[in-house]
């Protein structure tokens, strides 16, 4: 293995996790391989295009390109000349209605890449996967390299947030390690060496703990979004005000205010997957009671979006036939295209179920939402959107719907009732300007 100054780096799975790790690795100095089976994603990224919406990332796979450090193919053998660092990015979905992770990409991943490794290289996998994966992974990947043991892995879970994937790469909060191989650990310690020196935290652990670091941490955040919507859901019936309960529990820094924004809860590719993967996991283990609260957790957040829905009916008198809905936001969160597990889109192929027309509208997303659910109507601004609407929903909270003109959007729809499925906006403000505004969580 060369000296770690030196080290190349492969980025196996070249989707939201790994094209950005990729660029961000090449804008650090190192060399980087980015691979992935998706021809066409390749070819997006060679010519500089990136595949979905990330904030800063088109500049910085440009600057890369362009410096020549970055590159990106489709072959295995390819990168296992290339690189002595293999980071693994592939995908971990889930795999059914067990709500198991799907490891085929990760098992894959590491099957095409073992024959290949003529020579002593470390493999480490930052795709986020069920305790115990990373220990068969590491028997595997010395079964299958012509090299044996001297192809070993190494486990470093990634905590990057959408919307802020750039910025979560060049600075983490902590750098995490399974591995009990000096080896593995010199060459992650080297690859974060900059990020390391100006204070972010490096633990080495066991393979299992970093695992769990990442589901555990997912797990926590789940919990605490679907806490206050439970808050959310007491308040409603009590009288009570769940955004001035919000506001006053922040303020105790031993709970702090953020994930503790009520309203629609969580979507998207990582935080329902994962909290079913672990629930799953601790299962096969036996320890299924341990983590039996993330089952409620689940069931809290799927309330929301019914009530949202009941919320919208309630505002129309009762039915959605033939009614006029708009939707603002697809994504399942703001700042990322991402419509993985959207409640958003959940929410409008209900309401659309239920014999509404349904018009969405999202400044990113439109395109992988038409692509998936055809049966909605999109419209390309939000005044386009909500032309005649006898309800506006909203529920992703992009600055644009924050800032909306409820003027504006008064002398387009039919009826002025808003559902606020993200207290995102001033009720006061909204009620002003004649709108019937209804929100979860408040009366
Ligand atoms: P993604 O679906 O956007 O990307 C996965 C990529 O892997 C795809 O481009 C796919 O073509 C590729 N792939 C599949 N099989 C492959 C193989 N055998 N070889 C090479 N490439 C292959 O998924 P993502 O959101 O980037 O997530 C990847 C992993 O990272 C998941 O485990 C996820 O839970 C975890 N994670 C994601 C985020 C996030 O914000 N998206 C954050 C932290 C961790």
């Known amino acids: 293995m060369v000296e770690a100054d030196r080290m190349r780096v492969s980025v196996i799975g070249t989707g939201y996790l790994g094209a950005t790790t990729a660029a961000c690795l090449a804008e650090m100095g190192f ?22 919406f ?3 990332l088109d500049e910085l796979l440009g600057k890369s390109l ?3 450090r970055l590159n990106f193919t489709t072959s295995f053998s390819e990168v296992a000349e290339f690189a002595d660092l293999h980071l693994i990015c592939v995908g971990t979905p889930q795999r059914d209605e067990s709500g198991a992770a799907d490891l085929r990409y990760v098992n894959a991943a590491v099957e095409q890449l073992a024959p290949h490794l003529n020579r002593p290289a470390v493999v480490v996998g930052r795709s986020t996967v069920p305790v115990g994966t990373a220990a068969t992974m590491a028997s595997r990947l010395a079964a299958l390299a012509p090299v ?24 983490p909060n902590r750098i995490v390690i399974g591995t009990d191989s000096p080896r593995v650990e010199k060459a992650v310690r080297a690859l974060w060496q900059q990020q390391v020196d100006e204070g972010v935290p490096f633990l080495v652990t066991d393979l299992q703990t970093a695992e769990l670091v990442k589901v555990s941490a997912n797990a926590f955040l789940a919990t605490k979004i679907s806490f206050i919507n439970a808050m959310a859901e007491v308040s409603e019936v009590a009288g009570a005000d769940v955004i001035q309960l919000a506001e006053a529990l922040s303020y105790d820094d031993r709970i702090g205010g953020k994930f503790l924004g009520p309203g629609l809860g969580f979507g998207g590719g990582c935080l329902p997957k994962d909290i079913r993967a672990f629930m799953a996991r601790a299962d096969e283990l036996g320890v299924e009671p341990a983590l039996s609260f993330l089952r409620e957790v689940d069931a809290i957040n799927q309330r929301r979006r019914a009530r949202t829905i009941d919320l919208a009916r309630q505002l129309i008198g009762g039915s959605f036939a033939g009614r006029t809905v708009t939707v603002l936001g697809a994504a399942f969160k703001p700042n990322s295209d991402d419509i993985r597990d959207s409640p958003a889109l959940d929410v409008a192929s209900t309401i659309a179920s239920l014999g509404a027309q349904v018009t969405v509208y999202d400044p990113v997303a439109l395109e992988r939402a038409r692509a998936e659910h055809p049966q909605l109507n999109y419209a390309d601004s939000m005044l386009e959107a909500a032309r005649g609407a006898d309800v506006v929903l909203l529920l992703t909270e992009w600055t644009e719907f924050r800032e909306a003109n409820p003027d504006e959007l008064a002398a387009v729809v039919a009826q002025k009732r808003i559902v ?7 009720p006061t403000f909204w009620r002003a300007s004649g709108w019937t505004y209804r929100a979860l969580g408040r009366q």
Do not use: Q
Request: charged fraction near 35%; hydrophobic fraction near 35%; avoid cysteine.
């Open 148 to 171: 044996g043991e001297e192809a070993e892995l190494g486990w470093s879970p990634e905590f990057l947030r959408e919307g802020f994937g750039v910025e979560d790469t060049l600075r």
């Open 31 to 52: 060399e980087v391989l980015g691979l992935d089976v998706d021809e066409a994603k390749i070819e997006m990224l060679r010519s500089g295009r990136v595949p979905f």
């Open 66 to 68: 362009k410096s020549g």
């Open 420 to 426: 606020d499925g993200r207290n995102a906006l001033d």
């Open 54 to 56: 990330e904030p800063g």
